[in-house]
């Protein structure tokens, strides 16, 4: 997998177990495609009972592996929003009134401290709700990109 920044990479993972023990796993990283797998060869023998419990359990526990799929998807989605504007705070910060400012470290406190519980839907509706809170900081930051990059140049050198 290449390197990315903390948060960025998406992984497919699939196991498969065939009829013979033989367990098969491969994994994808989505935005680049980057693909490998392995295939593990059991040094001892299952049993078709062993692999008909393993198959059992994969589909008993499948939802229970969703929901813990979808909590860490939002954990890492959750710490990556946090350290992006966090970064933000600390570049343009005073680009803030005070209480824009405070507004939005309540909303990261807020985010932290679902962070540990196990509620999925929580953190996502507290991610929301830091989003909603940086709405104003973000579009002020565009400008005074755009304001920055074109001071010192006219209209008409401009490619459009």
Do not use: C, W
Not at 125 to 144: E, G, H, K, Q, Y
């Amino acid at each position: 997998i290449p390197p990315m920044v903390a948060g960025a990479a998406r992984i497919r993972v699939s196991f498969q177990v065939d009829a013979d023990g033989l367990l098969s796993v491969s994994a994808r990283e989505m935005s680049s495609g980057v693909e490998a797998s392995v295939l593990v060869k059991p040094s001892y023998g299952l049993s078709d009972e062993e692999i008909a419990g393993m198959l059992r359990s994969g589909v008993e526990h499948a939802g229970e592996d969703m929901r813990a799929r979808a909590l860490r998807e939002q954990q890492v989605e959750a710490e990556r929003v946090i350290e992006a504007t966090e970064h933000a705070l600390d570049k343009d910060g005073g680009l803030l009134a005070v209480h824009e400012r405070d507004a939005i470290l309540t909303a990261i406190v807020n985010l932290r401290a679902l962070l540990a519980g196990d509620d999925h839907r929580a953190i996502k509706a507290s991610i929301d709700a830091l989003a909603r809170a940086t709405d104003d900081f973000a579009a002020r930051r565009m400008d005074n990109s755009i304001r920055t990059a074109l001071a010192g140049h006219k209209v008409d050198e401009l490619e459009l």
